[in-house]
T-cell receptor
Framework: AQSVTQPDIHITVSEGASLELRCNYS??????LFWYVQSPGQGLQLLLK??????LVQGIKGFEAEFKRSQSSFNLRKPSVHWSDAAEYFC?????????FGPGTSLSVIP | GAVVSQHPSWVICKSGTSVKIECRSL??????MFWYRQFPKQSLMLMAT?????????EQGVEKDKFLINHASLTLSTLTVTSAHPEDSSFYIC??????????????FGPGTRLTVL
């Protein structure tokens, strides 16, 4: 069955600290992979995506993610978190016309 | 580019009435649009896939007579919540795949519509 797990429901980090959000998936083939961010009451903004090629993907706002096929993972990282990064983060996987979203990780940032 | 809008951004209605939510791709044509529902502090749940000129495909457990979807053009899809009840209160988000995406599945999301049924 196709699924996406984000093991951390909620993460709190201090401003300036590094961040890693975990994402694991179960899929029949290598899917396309996405990370989205959602601020309260807002729609989703795409941070980055992986379709093929280099497994380290750079995104907007200083985020990057690494695709590890052997671990079926696509973890999101940022070297130095800003207070404005506090939001909900969703990992998503899919191909063609359907995408499956993970349950989300809520990020809080301590000033 | 690739902007998706939704209207209205929020709506309050009385129980038993119907509400229509519009989803528009502003600067691209979308052969496929999606409708999601999101409960507070939860993930997005796909409700249905809408293809221009054909009937929508609903996910299991979603009442097609309750949530009417029309994809009348390559830039507009509508979701009508019929005979709304308080349990239909939720955040509804649409997304669209550009016609020229080449099958890469990247969806562009609208800002969402907050529905509150009294």
């Amino acid at each position: 069955a196709q699924s996406v797990t984000q093991p951390d429901i909620h993460i709190t980090v201090s401003e300036g600290a590094s961040l890693e959000l975990r994402c694991n998936y179960s899929y029949g083939a290598t899917p396309y992979l996405f990370w989205y961010v959602q601020s309260p009451g807002q729609g989703l903004q795409l941070l980055l995506k992986y379709f093929s090629g280099d497994t380290l993907v750079q995104g907007i706002k200083g985020f990057e993610a690494e695709f590890k096929r052997s671990q079926s993972s696509f973890n999101l990282r940022k070297p130095s978190v800003h207070w404005s990064d506090a939001a909900e983060y969703f990992c998503a996987v899919g191909r063609y016309d359907k995408v499956i979203f993970g349950p989300g990780t809520s990020l809080s940032v301590i000033p | 580019g690739a902007v998706v809008s939704q209207h209205p951004s929020w709506v309050i209605c009385k129980s038993g009435t119907s509400v229509k939510i519009e989803c528009r791709s502003l600067d691209f044509q979308a052969t496929t649009m999606f409708w999601y529902r999101q409960f507070p502090k939860q993930s997005l749940m796909l409700m249905a896939t809408s293809n221009e000129g054909s009937k929508a495909t609903y996910e299991q457990g979603v009442e097609k007579d309750k949530f009417l979807i029309n994809h009348a053009s390559l830039t507009l899809s509508t979701l009508t919540v019929t005979s709304a009840h308080p349990e239909d209160s939720s955040f509804y988000i649409c997304s669209a795949i550009p016609r020229t995406s080449g099958g890469t599945t990247e969806q562009f999301f609208g800002p969402g519509t907050r529905l509150t049924v009294l």
